[in-house]
């Protein structure tokens, strides 16, 4: 199984996409993750510049509005935008955290109807805000969903639960095994991102994700995929830490995903 790692645009967000797509390019990654409803381009533009790079694209969507009407409304829309602009998968920030079980779970049934029948999976983030914001509430729509499939991002789970969730391994488990694609943040109790991921005083946190990290592509490289995506997310303020007064950042967020990516490539295993 081959690892890809995808760049998110998220450190560039008023630059061109042409000028991501150079650096993505210059710094050797392997694809991008694009929120779409951030870009002026057409979907042949974007669809075009990735192929003509041979550059792996993820899409991702945010459903938004007032009630589930409205956010299948925006799903439905941002869904096939992705599709046009050559998305090999979509990554989805789904629901609200306020909504009805039976809301939510509605939406991830809509979500899982469209994946099938345009034949492109569709994941589902684990993101504070969100259906998945609580291991506790995602496992739930685990048990009631067996179709439902997540993008890895536990380090919102970190700052829920206040743990590192060593003390939830039955559930955490359950969503390692609906796992396909990585958001490599590492989070902590108090904060959904950690300073510097080869600080000293971080290694037991980078090292929970790591193994968490690990697990998720065992269990991937066991079913017989011939790959997994990571995209490393270090983000820029207010993810990254700043300095009182300036509101300096005090790392380059994408110097931060860069040495993320190469901590990655040098712990974790994937010989066949």
Known sequence: MKILFTKSKW???NDSLYHFVERVIMDKFDGSELYFDSLSDKPKVIKDMHESNELFLIGQILTDGKNLSEHIDSFNKQADFALEAGSKFVNVHAGRDYFSFNDNLKLIEHINQFSKKCGIEFLIETHRG???????????YLEASSELK????????????????SNQTA????????????HARVGYEEGPQITDPSAPEWKTHLDNHLSIWQRIIDQRKTEGRELITITPEFGPPNYMHTLPFSNEPIRDAWEMNIKMREIIKSSIEIEP
Do not use: P
């Open 11 to 13: 450190e560039m967000w």
């Open 130 to 140: 969100r259906l998945t914001y609580s291991l506790i509430d995602t496992i739930k």
């Open 150 to 165: 997540l993008t890895a991002d536990f380090s919102h789970w970190m700052v829920v639960h206040e743990s590192d969730l």
């Open 171 to 182: 559930g955490l488990e359950k969503s390692i095994n609906r796992s396909f694609h990585i």
